[in-house]
């Protein structure tokens, strides 16, 4: 349910308008003058703010600045009186989605209103990206607008709360641990520990004692009985990072611990009742694997209850922005410095390919706000030292510019389309001035509408 704020002074008025969008579904909060509704506002717990223009010591200007420093994705539609026109267009400019004369009918209204709302579902912030959503769900780092992003969040709400085994399978980097942990932050055992292992971090022979535990004296070295990961996972969520790399001859003991909840230690023939959830994740083709001969069919199987699949960054794009401006504010913040993009550097991102993902963006950040000592950072900052530039299919043979013309056209386009042609919300999204972006789009040839 939305969450829409009227702003009136005239109660009249103000009662009028929440009736209507009660009645239409929406969940709605009454302000009775602008320095309450700034108040209210600059808590950036709403969807929409319709507020009216002219009123008393704070105006709905003020309001309008107030909930958009709070939350700039939240959507403000302004209403006005005759001859107030030119003050709307005004509040446009400031980042208001839209305005409306009085007087005007409940149909109008509503249309204006769904459309403001239908714009925030469009930048990927309502419910799954806001701030209620993520202290909820735990998604506070899995970040992105995409439909790739929201689908694997919708998901997890799903899958979370059964205790489903859980396959998620993905290139190195692309957040197969982040999305475990959502799943076990969701599910009925989040108060249970959570216990990972990488699986190419142990060795074969020490892999069976590590997870099983072992009784003393049952190999050279163990002076006393110890208990294996599994049993510390009672209860909790069990984390297998590249379960590809497991031999057979314990995937055969694995497969049997899953079925029969239950261990056995080594060196002990005395089985421990276990109540574990399983999560898998991998950088391989499992099927492929299991085709080779290197991973058992019947495990295989036995994992691949609720799979995830994660595409690479280069198959997102559209997220590289936002994912650029998240660590760049956790990296400010952790050392203390106010580092900022400078031109072409989310263009120049945008048409890189990133063998390494997610991880390997968040190397980039970190190191550029370390290089760039608070100040600019620059596209040298960010592109990789060594080795050609590796873009998407279809730019090769392209030189840099090229590249980042191509990249910048299209983030121009998208964001023009997207707000009918508006070149201050296009900005907005952007994340540079009207005038940056007038220049760029005559140097580049674009003119709204685009085809």
Known sequence: MAKVLVVDDQRNMRTTLALMLRGAGFEVEEAADGVQGAELGAKGA???VLTDLRMGSQDGIGVLRAVKEAEANAEVIVMTAYGTIESAVEAMRLGAFDYIQKPFTEEELLVKVQRAIEKRRLSGHVQLLTHEFKERYKFENIVGRSQAVRDVLGRIVKVAPTD???????????????VAKAIHANSRRADAPYVPVNCAAISETLLESELFGHARGSFTGAISARKGLFE???????????????????QAKLLRAIQENEVRRVGENKPIRIDVRIIAATNQDLMTAVNEKRFRQDLYYRLNVARFVLPPLRERREDVALLFGHFLEKYNRKMQLKARAGEGV??????????GNVRELENIVEQAVAL???????VDDVLPSSGPLQVHTGTMGKSLADVVDSAE?????????????SRDRAAEILGISVTTLWRKMTRLGISYPTS
């Open 232 to 250: 510390e996972a009672d209860g909790g969520t069990f984390f297998f990072d590249e379960i590809t790399e497991t031999p057979l001859a314990f």
């Open 46 to 48: 709403f969807d929409v």
């Open 372 to 378: 760039s000592g608070g100040g600019l950072i620059s």
């Open 164 to 178: 489903a085994t859980v396959l998620i399978q993905g290139e190195s980097g692309t957040g197969k641990e982040l």
């Open 409 to 421: 056209r299209q983030a121009i386009e998208t964001a023009l389309r997207e707000n009918d042609g």
């Open 346 to 355: 989310i263009e120049a991102l945008t048409a890189y390919d990133f063998p």
